[in-house]
């Protein structure tokens, strides 16, 4: 597992420079737009709702005794709780809606280290716009309840003296590996249907957490996190998707 992290995160190596050479950077202006723009709107929601859930768990302390400082954990984890969610939908809203535009740039991605020319057929399913967008949706929706059902029990894990620091661990492991899942699937998408990439990207988590701590680390960054996130992320999780399906003879070329 930790190896197959390491192999995720090393894949990030090259990927400006392998942007620029396919000229992809024309192809994220509205993942960028959508990016930014979902990023503002969920930081000023959080910013307004994070002392309003510290008070509410606040009122759960009934002793006057070691109130203040119950208060004071309260905010600290009600702005945890905030920034937990807003991370979660944040993610799930941007993949979802940029799923359409990420297709073209991981099939360019695809053909460009299958060794492909303009001549040649990639053999795989051909979507429309439409039915992307809808896949998109539908996964990270998916991916969005599941991650839910899992930061719920792991944020009251926080209340428990000793071992509470270890719910913001793995609460960043749970986030990291949904969104590599997403940014894997912009290439799934076209070899497989979703139950079988469910299936594909359940074999290789590793992968996927290792693609997600470093988006996740990137929205760390304000405002150039939110702007290179998903260029940098989908091209990463592209070349080493396309690599594993490689390896597992999952890619077919046409010769005629």
Known sequence: MIKNILKGIQAYTGTFGLISKLGLWKYFGIPILISVVTAALIFITAYGLSDNIGAFIAKIWVWEWGKETFTTISEIIGGITVIAIGLILYKHIIMALSAPFMSPVSEKIERHLLGLDSNQKHVHRNTSFKAQLWRGIRINTRNLLKELLLTIPILLISFIPLIGFLSSILLF????????????????????????????????????????????????????????VLPLSVTAASTKTVELLKAENHLKIDTE
Do not use: W
């Open 173 to 228: 492991l749970v986030q990291a590996y949904y969104a590599g899942f997403g940014n894997m699937d912009y290439t799934l998408e076209r070899h497989f249907k979703y139950r079988e990439s469910i299936n594909f990207v359940g074999k290789h988590k590793g992968i996927a957490i290792g693609n997600g701590i470093v988006f996740m680390l990137f929205l760390l960054i304000p405002i150039i996190g939110v702007v290179l």
